[in-house]
């Protein structure tokens, strides 16, 4: 008795197609990736109203801080009016927030002047386009 690599005529194939195989694998892709999008949203709306949140505390906290350093800002005024006439005192006080405003604009000026602009994402991306352009 001699087995046979195909099935004889008229009973059904129990494994199947490898065309069924593929369809069943694309439609197993397809649901496991509009899964893993409907988590990346779920997390993503959790994560933004954290950061919501975060976000109003630190401008609370940015604009309190703001307020102290107005505070501050008579105070020193009026240390420095002890020796000096009030209005150059707090003229002072002025000279110096404009001063450091300007020394913190050419810091950031020079920081921007560094930024490298996605180079290797951008090298990363071509990459994988030409990749895709070769199969």
Known sequence: M???ATPPTG???EQP???ELVAEASNQISTLVRSEIELAKAELRFDAKRVGMATGLFAAAAFMAHLCLILLSFTLAHVLD???WTWASFAVVTAFYLVTAGIL???GVRRLKGLA???RT???LKGLKELASDE
């Open 17 to 19: 197609s490898l065309g």
């Open 2 to 4: 001699s087995h046979s």
């Open 82 to 84: 002890q020796w000096l």
């Open 105 to 107: 604009v050419l810091v």
């Open 117 to 119: 602009g996605m180079k």
């Open 11 to 13: 009973v059904p194939s």
């Open 122 to 124: 951008t090298r990363s």
